[in-house]
């Protein structure tokens, strides 16, 4: 079981008019298996939390451990490709590949995957072999999200990492992603982290953390 691990985290973003404390000192568990929600007002140290764990910032005091080994001792580039899969609110596919393309993009260190292996990833999104050559622009907000999940899980990463992905979408599609990423927490094991502003949805999470004023309660 695979264990991501917060310790005292501190970030600071420096700007003209000062210094502002976005995390002040986070402590949190997530363990493989479950589905976390992050939830917050706006500028509560959400996203800045999960861009930390995504290892695209450093923290400036603290620590953040993958089953006890400190992420900052791995290349970010190499944690990434591994460990991490994305998953965004604009879904951000490469418009000009098709969906098998952008699966197969996703691959990080699993440079061998076949489109055949991709095809049978999207499959277990629900999509068909008819959205399989089109390009994002062809695909539905909701189409395009299962791609964006088939994408984050191409590269076999334990943790999924998704900020706020059914922003875009309405209610029924939402409910339907959420759906999928449960199921990659209790079925497929991966550790996942959702950032969402939904009650509703951040009802349907395993465990529930809110951020306030850069604090994980």
């Known amino acids: 079981m695979s264990v991501l691990e917060v310790q005292n985290l501190c970030y600071d973003y420096v700007q003209r008019y000062g210094v502002t404390h976005a995390l002040k000192g986070v402590n949190g568990v997530f363990e493989s298996g479950k589905l976390y929600a992050l939830t917050g007002r706006s500028g509560s140290g959400k996203s800045t939390l999960l861009s930390l764990l995504a290892g695209f910032d450093r923290p400036k005091a603290g620590k953040i451990t ?3 080994e400190d992420i900052s001792t791995v290349k970010p580039s190499l944690y ?4 991490v899969g994305m998953i965004f609110q604009a879904y951000n596919l490469i418009p000009h590949l098709t969906a098998v ?3 197969l993009l996703g691959a990080g260190g699993k440079k061998s995957r076949l489109p055949s292996e991709a095809q049978a990833i999207l499959r277990s999104m629900g999509l068909e072999e008819a959205h399989f050559r089109k390009k994002p622009s062809h695909l539905s907000g909701g189409e395009q999200q299962r791609v964006a999940i088939a994408r984050a899980l191409a ?6 990492l998704a900020d706020e992905p059914t922003g875009n979408l309405d209610s029924d ?3 339907m992603v959420v759906e999928i990423l449960k199921d990659l927490a209790h079925r497929l094991g991966k550790c996942v982290i959702l950032v969402t502003h939904s009650e ?3 009802s349907e999470a395993d465990v529930r953390y809110r951020m306030s ?4 309660v």
């Open 213 to 216: 004023d850069g604090i994980l």
């Open 155 to 160: 590269s076999d990463a334990c943790i999924i």
């Open 66 to 68: 993958l089953d006890g």
């Open 200 to 202: 509703e949805i951040a």
């Open 173 to 175: 599609t939402g409910s």
């Open 80 to 83: 990434r490709k591994e460990k």
């Open 101 to 103: 393309e952008n699966v």
